[in-house]
């Protein structure tokens, strides 16, 4: 599954980005997605999951009540919306997909076969 990732740009502390993730050619109905960062020299850390059967969210506390992850009716886009920028929101934000994940994995990178190139956000203060 190749996946695509758009939307990452400069933005003020306190401003909004919308990232998409597609899939071109197909579906991701039958996939759980999430999105990850990675800031410079740090580990890739997780943000946000939606699983493709339930659509329950899963997010890292430091985003909770201000980014939100949703698939669209078709499924053929994964979005994070992302509300109330911080700095330290900064980093490259990268979209993985799977369609064997156990909850557990759900927050852990090494367990999504397909990613997307990543798309660069970033949060002036």
């Known amino acids: 599954v190749q996946l695509q990732a758009s939307g990452g740009g400069l933005v003020q502390t306190g401003g909004s980005l919308r990232l998409s993730c597609v899939a071109p050619?197909?579906?991701?109905?039958?996939?759980?997605m999430a999105w990850f960062r990675q800031a410079p020299g740090k580990e890739r850390e997780f943000v946000a999951a939606?699983?493709?059967?339930?659509?329950?969210?899963y997010y890292t506390d430091s985003v909770k009540g201000r980014f939100t992850i949703s698939k669209d009716s078709d499924k053929k886009s994964v979005y994070l919306q992302m509300n109330s920028l911080k700095p330290e929101d900064t980093a490259v934000y990268y979209c993985?997909?799977?369609?064997?994940?156990?909850?557990?994995?759900?927050?852990?990178?090494?367990?999504?076969?397909?990613w997307g190139q990543g798309t660069e956000v970033t949060v002036s203060s």
């Open positions: 993985a997909a799977d369609s064997s994940l156990i909850l557990s994995s759900i927050r852990q990178w090494a367990h999504y076969d397909y």
């Open positions: 050619g197909r579906t991701l109905s039958r996939y759980d």
């Open positions: 939606i699983r493709w059967n339930s659509g329950t969210t």
